[in-house]
């Protein structure tokens, strides 16, 4: 692909219908393309010509008149015209002529028509002739869901390169005169390269791409440690490179950096550099305060200073719901900001208890491993220890971090778990091979106590230390749980104990408790026994998804529900997550504690039929498991 192709798709990928499609597609229209040149007052587009070609402004701006010469609309860089035309009967409708000089890119019927086919949202948005001020409000909306919106929307230019053997001196100046905060530095391929890394130019040089040099590089690694300004930026370099796919999501973005503690992004379409993305352009793009509430986590040097964020994760969680955030999005924050908290405790933790005796790893649990997080929570969590730990040696270190960590926690607004699923229970902090017989022996030998932990542990991920002592972990219910139908009976069982609040007639069967009466609790009602039987189903097809969404995807990809059962799930998901959040932020809205009750009374009608329709949903789907995993026999035979 040429550069001149390259700039092309750069440009178009920033606008809609173009910011949606995927990489394939928008090379074709970045291809196709031909390019017209109008000088200011010159007709574009005039009554009834035949046209087949779709117009879409690079530059300039563009006058769309009535045929009675009444002003139609005006655009701008990045609008097209010309599409209700191509969808009619080929004749221009509406007049256009350009208000200043205006460069044109014209894509022809064929291909508009195969994108149309291909493409839900670039039909939508082509073929929905609403009132502009009605569309442009729901393409923001749109625009602005980091979940769909791709990072290649970000770039506004193409990366500064430098190869590794150009000088310090030389790097800083072409770094200064693209007024960029970085550079891309390259380097020709070994024997040892990264495929994933390497790219052809387009005079067919094979390049590899070494790694980042930042405002910050120069600064720390080259000012302050006196470097020569003749050394090879090459020397500065290497080693892992995180990037990120061109048609990976905005909110994937954010994640990634947030989960490497990087600033700088480097995104790649098919191994080539196309651009870099700062952490200031997501934050520019999407201004919800959680990025801002993870950087001062770990800009935080003490527990004391920890624990003043937490109102600040309140406001996050807040602002996030009235921007009009999803569950998952919701969800994904909270729970990278708990786990910032966690990372940055352990920091202090060994920063004063010294460095461990011994490699581990801090297990999170549940909601948190989930990335289901609300501001309604408590710990759950353990310690998984190398096997060589020795507790008469060890233990007191691993104690005493343990106690940190809770206790700061608990400052920072994550009360203390009522169960004590906490790596403060020296149960709950083992070496690998004492999780690995924990777990098995669940799976093996199922009892009411040993399904309890399942429903916890089971959901699992890594805040801190050795990941892989989790993958291990996760491998071995994988391997195991599918092959254990009396463990799945057990299990399928269990998930049904939770019922939703549906009385005859489909009414509401409040609660009884005496602190909440004539309410439903939405997390112990609802989305807690949907989250039982969805990792019943995820635990039956091997799936290794935490995220009860993605473990809906795992699900949707095997036989073991019916077609359309899983799209079922998802949306009840949605709706009883989204229905207990908003409920929550008004609770903090009304300066009232928040918890998981909301009142029927209080709730719209439209609200509580669809209530109704998830509980329905999750009733239908609990049925469902006794005859999906029913109790071998005996002799082997279900029963």
Not at 272 to 289: A, C, F, K, N, Q
Not at 309 to 323: K, T
Not at 412 to 424: D, I, N, P, Q, S
Not at 600 to 625: G, T
């Amino acid at each position: 692909m040429d550069a001149e192709v390259l700039e092309i798709r750069q440009h178009m990928g920033r606008f809609p219908p173009f910011e949606a499609l995927d990489d394939e597609l928008l090379d074709e229209v970045a291809g196709q393309v031909e390019v017209g040149y109008f000088q200011a007052g010159s007709d574009i587009l005039q009554f009834d010509q035949e046209l087949h070609e779709l117009c879409y402004i690079r530059s300039g701006a563009v006058e769309v008149r009535r045929r009675t010469g009444d002003l139609y609309n005006r655009l701008g860089e990045g609008d097209i015209f010309g599409h209700f035309s191509l969808l009619r009967n080929h004749r221009v409708r509406f007049p256009a002529r350009a208000l200043e000089d205006t460069l044109i890119y014209f894509i022809p019927e064929a291909l508009f028509v195969r994108l149309c086919e291909a493409d839900e949202h670039f039909s939508d948005f082509v073929e929905l002739e609403r009132p502009r001020l009605e569309a442009a409000v729901e393409q923001h909306k749109k625009a602005n869901d980091m979940m769909i919106t791709r990072v290649r929307k970000l770039l506004t230019r193409y990366p500064v390169m430098v190869e590794a053997s150009a000088t310090v001196q030389e790097a800083a100046r072409q770094i200064t005169e693209a007024q960029a905060s970085s550079a891309l530095i390259l380097d020709e391929p070994g024997d040892d390269h990264d495929p994933r890394h390497t790219f052809t130019d387009s005079q067919d040089r094979p390049w590899r791409l070494r790694g980042i040099l930042t405002d910050s590089d120069f600064r720390t690694r080259i000012v302050a440690e006196g470097l020569p300004p003749d050394t090879p930026v090459g020397e500065l370099t290497g080693g892992r490179v995180i990037t990120i796919q061109s048609d990976e999501s905005v909110h994937e973005a954010m994640l990634c950096m947030l989960r490497n503690n990087i600033h700088h992004l480097p995104v790649l379409y098919r191994r080539r550099p196309m651009g870099i993305v700062h952490l200031s352009d997501i934050i520019r793009y999407e201004t919800h305060s959680s990025l801002y509430l993870v950087s001062n986590i770990f800009h935080q040097s003490s527990v004391e200073g920890l624990a003043r964020l937490a109102p600040d994760v309140r406001v996050a969680f807040v602002r996030m719901v009235e921007e009009g955030a999803n569950s998952q999005m919701v969800g994904t924050a909270l729970s990278t900001i708990g786990r910032s908290f966690v990372r940055r405790l352990l920091e202090l933790g060994e920063a004063s208890l010294g460095p461990p005796p011994v490699a581990y790893c801090f297990m999170v649990n549940g909601s948190m491993a989930r990335n289901e997080q609300t501001v309604v929570t408590d710990q759950d969590n353990a310690l998984i220890l190398a096997d060589d730990f020795d507790p008469a040696r060890h233990d007191d270190y691993f104690a005493n971090l343990a106690k940190f960590v809770s206790d700061g926690l608990a400052a920072c607004g994550y009360t203390y778990c009522k169960g004590e699923v906490m790596a403060t229970n020296p149960r709950w902090r083992q070496p690998l091979k004492v999780w690995k017989r924990y777990f098995s022996e669940w799976i093996d030998s199922p009892t009411p106590e040993r399904l309890l932990h399942c429903s916890i542990f089971f959901d699992l991920d890594s805040a801190y230390g050795e990941e892989a002592y989790i993958e291990q972990l996760q491998d071995l219910i994988a391997d195991k749980a599918p092959r254990s139908p009396r463990f799945l009976a057990a299990v399928a069982r269990n998930a049904r104990n939770r019922t939703p609040p549906l009385g005859f007639f489909r009414t509401f069967v409040m609660e009884k408790d005496g602190k909440h009466n004539n309410s439903i609790n939405l997390k112990r009602r609802g989305t807690a026994p949907l989250v039982d039987l969805i990792r019943v189903h995820a635990l039956a097809c091997g799936s290794r998804a935490q995220n009860s969404f993605e473990r809906l995807d795992a699900i949707a990809a095997t036989q073991l529900l019916a077609p359309g059962v899983d799209a079922k799930l998802r949306h009840a998901m949605e709706l009883l997550s989204m229905v207990r959040i908003r409920h929550q932020v008004i609770d903090l809205q009304q300066e009232h504690e928040p918890d998981n009750n909301i009142e029927p009374e209080n709730v719209a009608d439209s609200e509580r039929h669809h209530l109704k329709d998830a509980f329905q949903v999750l009733s239908r789907a609990q049925k469902f498991l006794k005859y999906r995993y029913p109790i071998p026999g005996p002799t082997g035979r279900d029963r």
